[in-house]
């Protein structure tokens, strides 16, 4: 493969929806090129960042290398569409990822003691009825199913509603919207849709959610975000629906990914399913190694605000570096035996979360939404076995998989 076919492949989609050669062009890079200038056809050139540390010694300092103008990877056609749009603006949507420093913090701290242990802490006998209701409804399907389509989407679709006070009656609208924004080049997941679309439906779905909360505010995050005060002036409606589009749309589908991906890497390695059926206190490992070997997340940029050397290339100020999560995932300098699947990795330095200023704030309810998904599903399933072929989905950006044909065997209930 010539530098041009890697480049190329790094910013497709198709690269993402082929497990094997996604692990192919990353697997050269950590070993040839770490550090690599990017010039996809069709694309603005970057730096694509694939060693564990590099991506480490990038996002923990985040004064040098910052989020804006540029945080995720689009054609320049895309771009120019964006700038159209949103009169000169880079962002689509501009929320955390989208923001820096005392900004940055600000929003930060609007809903971070929501998403605190203590907070998450109180949730849990919702979870884990939440838990409970999702495998009752698998099991209602029968012996054969799609365990994304019809188990995984659900569960943390649900919880979602939940922290913002939504009806379940609003799943299905949800679940449409955030498909399309986070289809990518992926034919399947657009549906007559594309991310422009499903960004405006978010944004009218979700300015009825913010004119109902400042009228009649309650205790869940949506009321946070449509009352809160920034600098002592109330939010504005660009900052406030691309909060809301970030929780619905990241905290949904990652989580979603996670526990399909979790589950296709258990039917693949049954060991390790039946380890962690004997020891179901490893659960806690066994989510980070999930999340270590989906990397929902494949990456953000960064833009350097100075000159800098990282691993011996000059990046200069004002250009973009990519951190590929899951490149740095499979660090082979980072993990014993990166490509093996096991539920008692430790430790796992993985950095499937992000890191530093910009690490993922809902870390500690994903997790614990995935601990009480597992938790039922082995406390109740013997086995998964597969009935088809898993599909992943073609995206640069958020993803993992869009099928996962599966056959289960519930455990007998004296």
């Keep these: 493969m010539q530098d041009h076919d890697i480049d190329n492949a790094i910013a497709s989609g198709k690269t993402y929806g082929d497990l094997e050669v996604q ?5 050269r890079l950590r070993r040839e090129d770490p550090v690599h200038w990017t010039e996809p056809e069709g694309f603005r050139p970057f730096w694509t960042v694939t060693k564990n540390a590099d991506i480490l010694e990038v996002e923990r300092q985040s004064d040098l290398f910052i989020n804006s103008p540029r945080s ?3 054609s320049i056609e895309f771009e120019q569409s964006v700038a159209k749009l949103m009169a000169g603006s880079p962002h689509l949507v501009r929320g955390l990822p989208q923001m820096d420093g005392a900004e940055h913090r600000s929003y930060r701290k609007l809903t971070q003691a929501w998403f605190q242990p203590r907070q998450v802490k109180l949730l849990e006998p919702r979870l884990q009825a939440l838990a409970k209701r999702t495998v009752d409804e698998m099991e209602a399907l029968g012996d054969e199913f799609d365990f994304y389509n019809d188990v995984a989407v659900w569960f ?13 009656s609003d799943a299905e609208r949800l679940l449409r919207i955030t498909m399309a924004y986070f289809g990518g080049s992926d034919p399947e997941m657009q549906k007559g849709s594309d991310m422009l679309k499903a960004t405006r439906d978010y944004i009218e779905y979700f300015d009825g959610v913010s004119e109902d909360r400042r009228r009649n505010p309650t205790d869940d995050v949506a009321s946070i975000i449509a009352n809160s005060l920034i600098d002592g002036q109330p939010i504005g409606h660009h ?12 905290g949904h589908d990652s989580t979603a990914a996670t526990a ?11 060991d390790q399913w039946r380890k ?9 490992l066994a989510i980070d190694e999930m999340v270590r070997w989906v990397s929902p997340v494949k990456h953000f940029f960064r833009t350097a605000t100075q000159d800098y050397d990282l691993r011996g290339k000059s990046i200069k100020a004002g250009e973009a570096l990519l951190m590929s999560y899951p490149s740095g995932n499979r660090d082979e300098d980072v993990f014993d035996e990166p490509f093996a699947f096991r539920v008692d990795r430790t430790p796992n330095k993985h950095v499937g979360f992000g890191f ?16 009480y998904l597992f938790r039922e599903l082995l406390a109740r399933v013997d086995s998964f076995e597969l ?3 898993p599909a992943w989905v073609e995206t640069s950006f958020v993803g993992g998989l869009k099928r996962l044909p599966v056959r289960v065997r519930m455990h007998a209930m004296a």
């Design 276 to 284: 962690l059926k004997a020891n179901p206190e490893l659960l806690p």
């Design 356 to 371: 530093g200023a910009h690490g993922c704030l809902g870390v500690y309810l994903a997790k614990m939404e995935l601990q």
């Design 72 to 74: 995720k990877l689009w």
């Design 23 to 27: 692990h192919a062009v990353f697997s």
């Design 260 to 270: 399909a991906g979790g589950l296709l890497a258990m039917i693949q390695n049954p």
């Design 387 to 389: 009935v088809g072929d």
């Design 239 to 250: 900052e406030a629906s691309s909060y809301y589009i970030a929780l619905a749309s990241a």
């Design 156 to 168: 943390p679709l649900r919880v979602i509603l939940l922290i913002l006070g939504q009806p379940e």
